[in-house]
T-cell receptor, first 112, second 118 residues
Framework: RKEVEQDPGPFNVPEGATVAFNCTYS??????FFWYRQDCRKEPKLLMS???SGNEDGRFTAQLNRASQYISLLIRDSKLSDSATYLC?????????????FGKGTTLSVSS | DTEVTQTPKHLVMGMTNKKSLKCEQH?????MYWYKQKAKKPPELMFV???????INESVPSRFSPECPNSSLLNLHLHALQPEDSALYLC?????????????????FGAGSRLTVL
């Protein structure tokens, strides 16, 4: 099983749609979870950290289910500017330093 | 503007050349990272430095040699690379390298160095 697995893409949605991305991780001891966004030919940028209680930032909601080792990202009222690749990131537990491992990414395309 | 600065932005080198990629951050972060990213693939972890010591090497070939001269600088020395090593090399830093809370482990990336090996 891969360390971090994400929904295959691409997701093509109209403006205003709600879209959800899922991610699973293999190591139950992982403690750090993030969603990053990467635009074409740019570096990844933090979208939001994911906390056990779930967290929301405007149109974006992240959830963590430790029992199922599952992370989700919900985007409401999609905008054209949301078009990007969304990367799920999880730490590899048990190492002296922090290895942050990226999922393959899910590409979102929002059209007018 | 990114708070992690990488130079050069683009590098073209032959298979017999020796070159270096440089990364600098002044956020007081104690962990620094090298990632490699090929087109349409996610970033792949190469090395992690924690408090200026190499803590993780993801079985990277010895033709890539990292160096951390001080807490603000991270270099990646390149020698005898292969064409398949052509990629975007991303440097990142984080506040800490703890196993715990997400906050200390948030990565801030540089804009990357795009390497082409001929």
């Amino acid at each position: 099983r891969k360390e971090v697995e994400q929904d295959p893409g691409p997701f093509n949605v109209p403006e205003g749609a709600t879209v959800a991305f899922n991610c699973t991780y293999s190591n139950s001891a992982s403690q750090s979870f993030f969603w990053y966004r990467q635009d074409c030919r740019k570096e990844p940028k933090l979208l939001m950290s994911v906390y056990s209680s779930g967290n929301e930032d405007g149109r974006f909601t992240a959830q963590l289910n430790r029992a199922s080792q599952y992370i989700s990202l919900l985007i409401r009222d999609s905008k054209l500017s949301d078009s990007a690749t969304y990367l799920c990131v999880v730490n590899r537990a048990g190492q002296a330093g922090t290895a942050l491992i990226f999922g393959k990414g899910t590409t979102l395309s929002v059209s007018s | 503007d990114t708070e992690v600065t990488q130079t050069p932005k683009h590098l073209v080198m032959g298979m017999t050349n020796k070159k270096s990629l440089k990364c600098e951050q002044h956020m007081g972060h104690r962990a620094m990272y090298w990632y490699k990213q090929k087109a349409k693939k996610p970033p792949e972890l190469m090395f992690v430095y924690s408090y200026e010591k190499l803590s993780i090497n993801e079985s990277v070939p010895s033709r890539f040699s990292p160096e951390c001269p001080n807490s603000s600088l991270l270099n990646l020395h390149l020698h005898a690379l292969q064409p398949e090593d052509s990629a975007l090399y991303l440097c990142a830093s984080s506040q800490g390298s703890g196993r715990g809370s997400s906050g200390a482990n948030v990565l801030t990336f540089g804009a990357g160095s795009r390497l082409t090996v001929l």
